[in-house]
């Protein structure tokens, strides 16, 4: 990340749901069913009206009625149809009746719900964005509607759930809890509980510890280390192009077509190394996953290769924060969705000569090919040392326009209503609004907070994410310290310091950092997944 001397002090308003009381105040168009007239079990097991189901990855789930209802999944969830992901159906059941779906519960919050009505049912009520399902259900006095709606893929099957003006009366709310999987291998201490799933955070962590490794290998004569070091952009560094041919190969074997673009900025070559996978709907749509794995230079002397001023100098041989996690992000998340067939073209992107001044995305941004256009762009820079640790996860969107109203509502709904939820962070993020609205952005780059989670519109551009904000692209965005880290832009950038940095009461330093990881990488996807089904537009 590049260094700003901007700060921001704007407010955060809540623009979104209109609140309706009671029980709605619509009248239902039939009986309600009983809970336990619906059985759901995970195919190939028992039923689980009393046992966790798997959290956190995509299952075959079975749903049978025992009289005719209407079941509302406000849950990823796969249409076999298409084949592609969608947020949430219904499902028009018989008595007798069993429909299997494949569904995506969340990953980081134990309890789930199903809401059923009468048979043939269209309006729902939906939870506030900044509630999870369960506070909802507590009170189900808040929220607004949603409609199921014809669905708008090719060879799609099951409704679509688009905004509505009707809840359409009671629900009857059928409870599950769920349980994620864990590695056998790993204890408390490694963060255990981010271990399983569809992705989870300990996978970053195993990638951050692999590219930061400077164990010695003399045969590697790029940088000797076992890991991929020193990447500093300049013409002619074995190890900037070594690290260059490995995250190819990678992206490669993750069967993406990968492009190694490679731009001349001044007497410097600028290079990305992009994964695609072509949209099987709006090709010419790309929606785009980038990190910068470029590092900070050493300055000249490098001071800060002299035992004991590690923190002096400026420079860095490992950059584990900055931006080797982003890069391990996005490596993971490619990873995984790679294997999906997404509406628009999914474009994962390791961008360089972020730290000389946006070269790589802004280079990228200037030369999208005629006739295609940018949905959306998610960047992931020097995330980590923040929440669960004791301090800010900051949520990031942009572009900002004016300085006290949010100009990218439907951004900050789709952030609020993901992390309330999927993470169970209604309260961090609660408290984020509050620290944001009183002193900006600033503070939350650089002070301790504990439980805090801040979405808001970022006045400042410090990453790659203002190169597609130029061309008029509205992104989101995740980091955590950035001035208030004492190794940042340091040789003493290393895994080891940030386990040290994160370490709590009740946690060690890489529990902390896997959790924190889990919670970044999971919400970048989700946001993936909803942006391929329904972009999120610039509002200004």
């Known amino acids: 990340m590049r260094s700003s001397y901007s700060r921001a002090g704007m407010l955060v308003f809540l623009m979104f749901s209109a609140t309706f009381a009671g029980c709605f105040g619509e009248d239902g168009g039939g009986e309600l069913p009983d809970s336990n007239d619906l059985t759901f079990k995970v195919v190939g097991g028992s039923s689980n009206?009393?046992?966790?189901?798997?959290?956190?990855?995509?299952?075959?789930?079975?749903?049978?009625?025992?009289?005719d209802m209407s079941v509302f999944i406000p849950y990823?969830?796969?249409?076999?149809?298409?084949?592609?992901?969608?947020?949430?159906?219904?499902?028009?059941?018989?008595?007798?009746?069993?429909?299997?779906?494949?569904?995506?519960?969340?990953?980081?919050?134990?309890?789930?719900?199903?809401?059923?009505?009468?048979?043939?049912?269209?309006?729902?009520?939906?939870?506030?964005?900044?509630?999870?399902?369960?506070?909802?259900?507590?009170?189900?006095?808040?929220?607004?509607a949603v409609s199921a709606s014809m669905n708008e893929d090719n060879g799609?099957?099951?409704?679509?759930?688009?905004?509505?003006?009707?809840?359409?009366?009671?629900?009857?709310?059928?409870?599950?809890?769920?349980?994620?999987?864990?590695?056998?291998?790993?204890t408390e201490e490694n963060g255990v509980g981010a271990s399983g799933g569809w992705l989870n955070g300990r996978d970053v962590y195993e990638w951050v510890d692999f590219i930061s490794d400077e164990t010695s290998d003399p045969t590697d004569l790029a940088d000797g280390a076992v890991g991929y070091?020193?990447?500093?952009?300049?013409?002619?560094?074995?190890?900037?192009?070594?690290?260059?041919?490995?995250?190819?190969?990678v992206m490669v074997g993750y069967g993406l077509d990968?492009?190694?673009?490679?731009?001349?900025?001044?007497?410097?070559?600028?290079?990305?190394?992009?994964?695609?996978?072509?949209?099987?709907?709006?090709?010419?749509?790309?929606?785009?996953?980038?990190?910068?794995?470029?590092?900070?230079?050493?300055?000249?002397?490098?001071?800060a290769v002299i035992p004991g001023l590690e923190q002096q100098g400026y420079g860095t041989r490992?950059?584990?924060?900055?931006?080797?996690a982003g890069?391990?992000?996005?490596?993971?998340?490619?990873?995984?969705?790679?294997?999906?067939?997404?509406?628009?073209?999914?474009?994962?992107?390791?961008?360089?000569?972020?730290?000389?001044?946006?070269?790589?995305?802004?280079?990228?941004?200037?030369?999208?090919?005629?006739?295609?256009?940018?949905?959306?762009?998610?960047?992931?820079?020097?995330?980590?040392?923040?929440?669960?640790?004791?301090?800010?996860?900051?949520?990031?969107?942009g572009p900002d326009g004016t300085g006290d109203v949010i100009d990218q509502p439907g951004m900050y709904h789709l952030a609020e209503w993901i992390g309330a939820d999927a993470f169970d962070l209604s309260y961090q993020i609660e408290r984020g609004r509050d620290e944001w609205a009183a002193a900006g952005e600033s503070p939350l780059?650089?002070?301790?907070?504990?439980?805090?989670?801040?979405?808001?519109?970022?006045?400042?551009?410090?990453?790659?994410?203002?190169?597609?904000?130029?061309i008029g692209v509205a992104t989101l965005g995740w980091n955590g310290v950035v001035d208030g880290y004492p190794c940042y832009h340091k040789t003493c950038d290393k895994l080891s310091e940030m386990e040290e940095y994160m370490v709590t009461d009740n946690a060690t330093g890489e529990a902390n950092l896997v959790h924190s990881w889990d919670i970044v990488t999971w919400w970048a996807v989700y946001a993936f997944l909803h942006m391929d089904q329904v972009p999120v537009p610039n509002e200004l």
Request: negative net charge; glycine residues 10%.
């Open 445 to 470: 780059w650089q002070n301790n907070y504990q439980d805090t989670v801040a979405i808001y519109e970022s006045p400042t551009a410090r990453s790659d994410h203002d190169s597609f904000q130029q």
């Open 327 to 397: 890069t391990s992000m996005v490596l993971t998340t490619a990873s995984v969705l790679a294997d999906f067939d997404a509406r628009r073209t999914m474009v994962f992107c390791l961008w360089s000569s972020e730290e000389e001044g946006l070269w790589g995305s802004g280079a990228f941004a200037g030369d999208i090919p005629d006739g295609v256009t940018v949905s959306n762009y998610l960047n992931l820079d020097m995330a980590g040392i923040n929440y669960p640790g004791n301090f800010a996860l900051s949520v990031y969107l």
């Open 156 to 186: 799609g099957l099951l409704p679509w759930i688009v905004p509505g003006n009707e809840t359409g009366g009671d629900v009857v709310v059928k409870h599950l809890t769920t349980a994620r999987d864990q590695r056998s291998d790993l």
């Open 318 to 324: 490992t950059g584990a924060y900055d931006n080797t």
């Open 258 to 303: 990968v492009e190694v673009h490679r731009f001349q900025s001044g007497t410097l070559w600028a290079v990305n190394i992009c994964g695609y996978k072509t949209g099987t709907v709006y090709p010419d749509e790309w929606l785009v996953f980038g990190a910068h794995f470029d590092m900070a230079p050493y300055a000249t002397p490098p001071t």
């Open 49 to 67: 009206d009393s046992m966790a189901i798997p959290g956190g990855e995509w299952i075959s789930a079975s749903f049978q009625a025992d009289d």
């Open 229 to 249: 070091l020193d990447r500093w952009i300049g013409n002619g560094n074995p190890a900037y192009e070594d690290a260059i041919t490995y995250f190819e190969g």
């Open 76 to 144: 990823f969830i796969q249409d076999p149809g298409s084949l592609r992901a969608q947020n949430g159906t219904v499902l028009d059941l018989r008595s007798g009746e069993e429909i299997t779906v494949k569904v995506l519960f969340p990953p980081r919050n134990d309890d789930v719900v199903l809401l059923l009505g009468e048979f043939g049912r269209t309006n729902w009520p939906i939870r506030a964005a900044d509630e999870s399902w369960m506070m909802w259900h507590e009170e189900m006095n808040t929220g607004s």
